[in-house]
């Protein structure tokens, strides 16, 4: 399977979240919790704060389901999107407490979001390059991470010389797309977390019950089995 979730599946996943159901929540979990991790740990640099955002970021997930639009594209950028900015308002909060406590030798506001800036970007770099079609990530990886030009490129992928150009131009095209997402500034509420949780349609009244022990983050992409009875609370 691909990257990206077809429509489809997005859709029926948001519905299947959307009625409490604690399978559906571990399916995401599987599918998508390296991808978390992977984007938390590049913005916060820590292995066990890179931990915790991803629990916390399913925990919004399973509370806010109908948060994402798929209209609006893919679950898969709509979950690195939440993981992004909570990752970059948790570096935020980190970075202010280290200066308060530095007192007169803390680094200057601007040194800070500078810091939080390069972090965001590099993170929404890495998920271009994860999410781009494969023969674009395939070029770049030659070019750039293993310093063969565009004729080595072409040989090694067994295309024209022309084609590698082309694939190399639309692979840094799409990279560049990543200096053009700003860090949240101080203060700011993401729209995503704007939303009250919704309330199951067959029990309208009820409020969402806890995150299943299934996504109790052990590391990139794992998962412990889940447990029987979960869902709303009733």
Known sequence: MGHDAPPRWDRRMQQRLAHGEAAALGELYDRFASLVHSLAHRVLDDEDAADRLTREVFTYIWEHPDSYDPKQGPLRSWIAGVTRHQAVQRLRQTEAASARDCGDGAPAPAEIEQKIREASTAARADYIVTSMPAPLRAALELAYFQRRDYRQTAADLGVTE???????????????????????????????????????????????????????????????PPGPGHGRSR
Request: glycine share 8%.
């Open 162 to 224: 022309d084609e590698a150009r082309r694939r190399l131009r639309l692979g840094l095209q799409l990279l560049s797309t990543a200096h053009h997402h700003q860090a949240l500034p101080p203060g700011h509420r993401a729209s995503y977390s704007a939303r009250a949780p919704r309330s199951s349609p067959a029990a309208p009244h009820a409020p969402r019950g806890p995150l299943p022990p299934h996504t109790q983050h052990t590391g990139p992409g794992t998962s412990a």
